[in-house]
């Protein structure tokens, strides 16, 4: 017995495309609390801290939360990312970034620490 080209054609599934990636960590930001926002930055930053976008969300909400020096720290940190991105920079979050860092300055100056 022969078993040639009747077999039933199997559905084929198009598989779900992979989820987004985390590009953001205030996605349902709250600034009621801003420490569970922290550390979903924290966590986001852990995961992948070679996302630039991480260190400029994390510098936003603490300096909401007061924390001017973590917050420049973030700033920093991100520029220096930029600089040894291997890959094409996105202009607004540069910008973003160098417009933080001045502020971070002109923070410094007022404190008399610059």
């Known amino acids: 017995m022969l078993n040639s080209g009747c077999q039933g054609r199997?559905?084929?599934?198009?598989?779900?495309?992979?989820?987004?990636?985390?590009?953001?960590c205030l996605k349902d930001f709250n600034p009621a609390d801003l420490q569970d926002v922290i550390e979903r930055c924290d966590a986001a930053i852990t995961a992948a801290?070679?996302?630039?976008?991480?260190?400029?969300?994390?510098?936003?909400?603490?300096?909401?939360?007061?924390?001017m020096e973590r917050a420049c720290a973030?700033?920093?940190?991100?520029?220096?990312?930029?600089?040894?991105a291997d890959k094409p920079?996105?202009?607004?979050?540069r910008h973003e970034l160098e417009v933080r860092q001045?502020?971070?300055?002109q923070s410094r100056t007022i404190a008399g620490s610059d």
Do not use: H, I, W
């Open 10 to 24: 199997q559905q084929v599934r198009n598989p779900q495309p992979p989820p987004d990636p985390v590009t953001s």
């Open 74 to 84: 973030d700033v920093t940190m991100g520029l220096n990312r930029l600089k040894q």
């Open 49 to 67: 801290p070679e996302q630039t976008g991480f260190y400029r969300d994390r510098a936003l909400v603490l300096t909401l939360a007061g924390d």
């Open 89 to 93: 920079v996105d202009p607004m979050l």
């Open 102 to 105: 001045e502020t971070c300055k």
